[in-house]
């Protein structure tokens, strides 16, 4: 296994998950893996390192069963020496203990040398001692810690055995493995791990694979880690009709795209008119939320969204931007708010008879972060469309050339009777964000839109999106993707989102 080039084979019963030839890691080096969600990145890394139970699962590795894989001294010793950080960081947590007590949990348990508080420091950007001190006593819950302090817990884990690493003299085989790992980042704290991965990396090359959709990693890595360039291979799961595979990505092709990027104007009467103003003072779970115009101490504002125009709301994970979203959309009740729609004020005591009536799917749609939340799983593609209006009749061709547009790959017309639960996170995503379009309404919300997609996916959504704009529509957009959203909207028009108490 010194090559490290696997052919993997995973099915569950008679349905096959995956089967690939000549999926390669290159060794002693940064790997970064792109490709649409769901199209096999995290269970292909899984099983490389072993995590997969062969009597849920038949896994076949280089055409030999799994059991004997795991045996493999190799194999062992990856496990041994490195780390494998989830993408949902929930599911490694333990809610009876706390996260300090996590941190020196299992495999960390004996790892007495490495200084523990500083890479916790450095993860929060050299948060005060205090209020890290009071944060490691803390038991995971649904609310706290946020999902970005979730997600820099279990990047701690992983620096403390990189650190290990770095500090034996053992050249064995260590494989680090990160699962979307800045997911519920922004690009700050994103920036943080990737400045000390590439510090320990210097120190002494190790294995790396990041498992991302943040394409706009690339450019941070050109920018700020040119040096080493050489030790960083970008590479792409692609789905063909009836397989996938492994290609080099270009990262040329990002570059190239994002620096192309503008905003647009639309020529629409009434543009910028304020068909939704949502007022600071929210009140809910426990804390305040009010709007800013920029990151610093600036006066708190009204967050607007204008026809013709994209508005973009930012904030770190877990400080309540797809709380907003789902207030103004009626979806949450909050203890205190008010908004309006064109003239009409709404507040926390509007019954929700009156979103009912008036604002879901005819003044406003919404783009949910998960398609799964948004979508009947056990309903056909085609029942997902024809739920939009019991008085109109769909047409199956139409709604096919409408889903085609989204996608790379012909579909056929057998794709409308596929249920919704079988299709890929990618695929999901893409019926999620069309389902909002044909809903043609004034006011689109977006909550991290691009979730899930390919490159080639993206630009096709960024397209969507200034179409609606250009056509006279209020976008709001929630997304990590600062790179790209930064791009296309408009600096005055962009908020920051504060949560306190």
Same mark, same amino acid.
């Given at each position: 296994?010194?090559?490290?080039?696997?052919?993997?084979?995973?099915?569950?019963?008679?349905?096959?998950?995956?089967?690939?030839?000549?999926?390669?890691?290159?060794?002693?080096?940064?790997?970064?893996?792109?490709?649409?969600?769901?199209?096999?990145?995290?269970?292909?890394?899984?099983?490389?390192?072993?995590?997969?139970?062969?009597?849920?699962?038949?896994?076949?590795?280089?055409? /030999?069963?799994?059991?004997?894989?795991?045996?493999?001294? /190799?194999?062992?010793?990856m496990?041994?020496?490195?780390?494998?950080?989830?993408?949902?960081?929930?599911?490694?947590?333990?809610?009876l203990?706390?996260?300090?007590?996590?941190?020196?949990e299992?495999? #960390?348990?004996?790892?007495?040398?490495?200084?523990?508080?500083?890479?916790?420091?450095?993860?929060?950007?050299?948060?005060?001692?205090?209020?890290l001190?009071?944060?490691?006593?803390?038991f995971p819950?649904?609310?706290?810690?946020?999902?970005?302090?979730?997600?820099?817990? #279990?990047?701690?884990?992983?620096?403390?055995?990189?650190?290990?690493?770095?500090?034996?003299?053992?050249?064995?085989?260590?494989?680090?493995?990160?699962?979307?790992?800045?997911?519920?980042?922004?690009?700050?704290?994103?920036?943080?791990? #990737?400045e000390?991965?590439?510090?320990?990396?210097?120190?002494?090359?190790?294995?790396?694979?990041?498992?991302?959709?943040?394409?706009?990693?690339?450019?941070?890595?050109?920018?700020?880690?040119?040096?080493?360039?050489?030790?960083?291979?970008?590479?792409?799961?692609?789905?063909?009709?009836?397989?996938?595979?492994?290609?080099?990505?270009?990262?040329?092709?990002?570059?190239?795209?994002?620096?192309?990027?503008?905003?647009?104007e639309?020529?629409?009467?009434?543009?910028?008119?304020?068909?939704?103003?949502v007022?600071?003072?929210?009140?809910?779970?426990?804390?305040?939320?009010?709007?800013?115009?920029?990151k610093?101490?600036?006066?708190?504002?009204?967050?607007?969204?204008?026809?013709?125009?994209?508005?973009?709301?930012?904030?770190?994970?877990?400080?309540?931007?797809?709380?907003v /979203?789902?207030?103004?959309?009626?979806?949450?009740?909050?203890?205190?708010?008010?908004?309006?729609?064109?003239?009409?004020?709404?507040?926390?005591?509007?019954?929700?008879?009156?979103?009912?009536?008036?604002?879901?799917?005819?003044?406003?749609?919404?783009?949910?972060?998960?398609?799964?939340?948004?979508?009947?799983?056990? /309903?056909?593609?085609?029942?997902i469309?024809?739920?939009?209006?019991?008085?109109?009749?769909?047409?199956?061709?139409?709604?096919?050339?409408?889903?085609?547009?989204?996608?790379?790959?012909?579909?056929?017309?057998?794709?409308?009777?596929?249920?919704?639960?079988?299709?890929?996170?990618?695929q999901?995503?893409?019926?999620?964000?069309?389902?909002?379009?044909?809903?043609?309404?004034?006011?689109?919300?977006?909550d991290?839109p691009?979730n899930?997609?390919?490159?080639?996916?993206?630009?096709?959504?960024i397209?969507?999106?200034?179409?609606?704009?250009?056509?006279?529509?209020?976008? #709001?957009?929630?997304?990590?993707?600062?790179?790209?959203?930064?791009?296309?909207?408009?600096?005055?028009?962009?908020?920051?989102?504060?949560?306190?108490?």
């Amino acid at each position: 296994m010194t090559d490290f080039k696997f052919d993997v084979q995973i099915k569950a019963g008679k349905r096959t998950l995956v089967d690939i030839n000549n999926f390669d890691l290159a060794p002693n080096k940064i790997n970064f893996l792109f490709g649409e969600s769901g199209i096999g990145k995290s269970i292909i890394s899984k099983a490389i390192f072993g995590l997969l139970d062969p009597d849920e699962l038949l896994v076949k590795m280089d055409g /030999a069963s799994y059991e004997k894989y795991l045996h493999k001294p /190799a194999v062992k010793s990856m496990q041994k020496e490195g780390f494998f950080v989830f993408q949902e960081p929930s599911s490694h947590l333990n809610p009876l203990l706390t996260l300090e007590q996590q941190l020196n949990e299992g495999s #960390l348990r004996n790892i007495k040398k490495v200084d523990e508080q500083s890479i916790i420091r450095h993860l929060w950007g050299g948060a005060d001692s205090g209020f890290l001190e009071r944060l490691l006593k803390v038991f995971p819950k649904p609310f706290r810690p946020s999902g970005g302090e979730k997600q820099r817990i #279990l990047l701690a884990m992983a620096f403390k055995k990189i650190k290990k690493y770095l500090d034996g003299k053992s050249s064995k085989t260590a494989l680090f493995i990160f699962d979307e790992p800045t997911g519920s980042l922004d690009n700050r704290f994103r920036n943080l791990f #990737l400045e000390l991965l590439v510090e320990c990396y210097k120190q002494k090359p190790f294995m790396v694979l990041i498992i991302t959709h943040d394409y706009s990693i690339i450019s941070e890595m050109e920018n700020n880690y040119a040096d080493i360039s050489a030790a960083l291979e970008y590479k792409e799961l692609v789905r063909s009709e009836n397989s996938i595979g492994l290609n080099a990505f270009s990262k040329a092709d990002y570059l190239d795209w994002i620096k192309k990027q503008r905003w647009a104007e639309s020529g629409t009467i009434h543009t910028g008119h304020v068909l939704a103003r949502v007022h600071s003072g929210i009140q809910i779970f426990g804390k305040r939320l009010s709007f800013h115009k920029s990151k610093l101490q600036s006066p708190e504002t009204g967050l607007e969204v204008k026809r013709g125009e994209l508005v973009y709301l930012k904030a770190q994970s877990g400080a309540g931007k797809t709380t907003v /979203a789902k207030i103004i959309m009626g979806l949450i009740k909050a203890q205190k708010m008010s908004l309006s729609f064109d003239q009409q004020n709404v507040s926390h005591k509007t019954p929700e008879e009156f979103w009912r009536k008036y604002i879901w799917g005819k003044r406003a749609s919404m783009v949910f972060q998960h398609a799964d939340e948004a979508l009947n799983q056990n /309903a056909t593609v085609l029942e997902i469309f024809k739920a939009l209006s019991e008085k109109r009749k769909v047409n199956p061709a139409k709604v096919l050339r409408r889903i085609q547009e989204l996608f790379d790959v012909e579909l056929k017309p057998s794709f409308l009777k596929k249920k919704i639960k079988l299709l890929s996170g990618g695929q999901k995503q893409r019926i999620n964000i069309l389902r909002s379009l044909v809903l043609d309404t004034d006011i689109l919300i977006m909550d991290e839109p691009l979730n899930g997609l390919d490159l080639r996916s993206a630009h096709k959504i960024i397209e969507k999106i200034k179409q609606r704009q250009m056509d006279g529509k209020a976008i #709001l957009l929630i997304s990590h993707n600062e790179e790209i959203f930064d791009k296309i909207v408009k600096p005055e028009n962009i908020y920051y989102l504060n949560s306190s108490g």
